[in-house]
C-alpha cells in the first residue's frame, strides 16, 4: 500500500496527499513542536511542511518504504527557514519604538499534545544544544528513525548523525549530573565519568 501511495503522491493525486496528511501529520506536527518548543509554530510548519511537500512530490521515488521520514526532513528543513526568518524579523522589530506588551496565551493550551509536560521539563537541557544536535535528538529519540533513515532525512551522512546524537547525549549527561554547557561530565569516585546510558532513549 505504501508504494501505491509513493506512485500516486509522485503523481500529484490529490486524494492520496489527504491521505497522507491524515496519517502523518499528528507526528510532523510532535516532530515541529520538538524543535521550536511552540504549538502555534508547530501548527504553522505543518502547513509549510506538507506544502513544500507537495512542491517536492515529484522528487519521491516510486518505490520504497513509509514517507514519514521524508517528511520529518523537509519539517527538519522548514523549521529551519522559519528559525532565520523569526531572526530578520525580530532584528527588523528591534529597530521600531516599543509596543505595548501583548499576553501570551501558549502556556494555557499548551496541553493540546501528549508531551508538552515533558519538552518542558526538559527544556533547560535541551537549550543546552545546538540546533542541529537538536534535530537528530528529536529524529532518532523522540520521532525512532534509525541512523541510516535520519541522515537520509537531514541530507547528511551517517557518521554526522551519529556524531551529533553522541554529543547531544553526553551534553544532556553533563547537564543532569549538574555540569555547565560545554564542561566535561563531573567525576565520580574512581575518576569515571557517569555514564550517559542513564539517559535512555524512552527517558526523552
Known sequence: METNLRARVRDGDEEAFAELFDAYARSVYNHAFRLTGDWSTAEDLVSLTFLEAWR????????????????????TNTARNSRRAARRHAQAMSRLPPGESVRDFADEVAGRID???????????????????????????????????????????VGTVRSRL????????????????????RQVR?????????????NL
Open 190 to 202: 574512581g575518576g569515571r565519568t557517569p555514564a550517559a546510558g542513564h539517559m535512555q532513549e524512552g
Open 56 to 75: 517536492l512530490r515529484r522528487r519521491v521515488d516510486a518505490e520504497g518504504g513509509s514517507l514519514r521520514p521524508w517528511l520529518l526532513g523537509i519539517a
Open 115 to 157: 508531551d508538552t509536560e515533558l519538552l518542558t521539563a526538559v527544556r533547560p537541557a535541551l537549550d543546552t544544544l545546538r540546533h542541529n544536535e537538536r534535530e537528530v535528538l528529536a529524529l532518532c529519540v523522540w520521532s525512532g528513525l534509525d541512523y541510516a533513515t535520519a541522515a537520509a532525512a537531514l541530507g547528511v551522512p
Open 166 to 185: 553522541s554529543r547531544a547525549r553526553k551534553k544532556l549527561a553533563a547537564f543532569a549530573e549538574g555540569g555547565e554547557p560545554g564542561r566535561r561530565p
